[in-house]
């Protein structure tokens, strides 16, 4: 099993629709998670850290069941600017800044 | 301010010149990173500097050598690439060296080996 394995993807979504990205990852001593953005050809931005108890931006609503070793990002309402590749990031265990990134999920959002 | 650079953005290489790549941040971090990305691949780590000392080296060659001058810079010195090593090289950073901590990219160079 990868150590983070995300959706392939790509997805191709309308504007306003709801769309969610999932991750496992096989490490259950993993400690930190984190969905960064990154547009074509830029660098990752943060979107949002994952808390055990679920967190929401706005828009955007992560969540992370540690049993299942399981992450999920829903975007709601999505907006063109929504357009870019999802990363789900797990910190390594074993050594707490080695960050692990999945190979990220393409989201197209059309008009 | 959230702000990494990198200079250069773009850069060419034949396979014996020597070059460097430099990365600054005024945020008061302590860890800095070097990441590799290839085209539709996720980053992957190079190295990380805590405090100014290597922590961490992931294997990689020593073609690619790092150095932390201080605790705001980080550079990568290339010499002898193969065409295999034309990537982004991101360069990161973040309050400490922990999993918890925010790293914040910059905008990569570019770099295409001949």
């Not at chain 1, 392939?8 to 309308?14: Q, R």
């Not at chain 1, 998670?33 to 931005?45: A, H, L, N, S």
């Not at chain 1, 069941?65 to 074993?94: E, F, M, P, W």
């Not at chain 2, 860890?31 to 500097?49: D, G, S, T």
């Amino acid at each position: 099993r990868k150590e983070v394995e995300q959706d392939p993807g790509p997805f191709n979504v309308p504007e306003g629709a709801t769309v969610a990205f999932n991750c496992t990852y096989s490490n259950s001593a993993s400690q930190s998670f984190f969905w960064y953005r990154q547009d074509c050809r830029k660098e990752p931005k943060l979107l949002m850290s994952v808390y055990s108890s679920g967190n929401e931006d706005g828009r955007f609503t992560a969540q992370l069941n540690r049993a299942s070793q399981y992450i999920s990002l829903l975007i709601r309402d999505s907006k063109l600017s929504d357009s870019a590749t999802y990363l789900c990031v797990v910190n390594r265990a074993g050594s707490n800044y080695k960050l692990t990134f999945g190979k990220g999920t393409l989201l197209t959002v059309n008009p | 301010d959230t702000e990494v650079t990198q200079t250069p953005k773009h850069l060419v290489m034949g396979m014996t010149n020597k070059k460097s790549l430099k990365c600054e941040q005024h945020m008061g971090h302590r860890a800095m990173y070097w990441y590799k990305q290839k085209a539709k691949k996720p980053p992957e780590l190079m190295f990380v500097y805590s405090y100014e000392k290597l922590s961490i080296n992931e294997s990689v060659p020593s073609r690619f050598s790092p150095e932390c001058p201080n605790s705001s810079l980080l550079n990568l010195h290339l010499h002898a690439l193969q065409p295999e090593d034309s990537a982004l090289y991101l360069c990161a950073s973040s309050q400490e060296a922990r999993g918890t901590d925010t790293q914040y990219f910059g905008p990569g160079t570019r770099l295409t080996v001949l």
